[in-house]
């Protein structure tokens, strides 16, 4: 999660991470409405193994080099439009990394 706030961040990828837990199964590319507050929607996308020395270089050391799923989840803009969306407004767009793309110039 990128461009939130700690608080909220922490909140959002604990209740993520609480679901998981009890059972609950998340789809790639697939909007959910109960996650955020106000029914706001997000998206999950995987991350490309390129990006993980950067964003998860503790989880590689875990799990020894083997490979393992790391998820972004993704949130749009006051309109609705995800950060890859050509119109999704700027502000969004900067907050949010696309780490679903291959290691280069991020967006």
Do not use: H
């Amino acid at each position: 999660m990128f461009g939130l706030g700690a608080n909220t961040g922490s909140r959002i990828i604990n209740e993520i991470g609480n679901a998981v837990k009890v059972g609950r199964e998340f789809e790639l590319d697939t909007d959910y409405t109960d996650i955020f507050a106000d029914a706001v929607k997000c998206r999950f996308r995987r991350v490309q193994a390129s990006r993980y020395s950067e964003y998860v270089r503790w989880s590689t050391c875990f799990y020894e080099g083997q490979e393992f799923p790391v998820w972004q989840c993704f949130w749009p803009d006051d309109f609705g439009r995800y950060p890859w969306e050509v119109e999704c407004d700027r502000d969004s767009k900067q907050l949010q990394r696309l780490l679903y793309l291959p290691y280069g110039p991020i967006n």
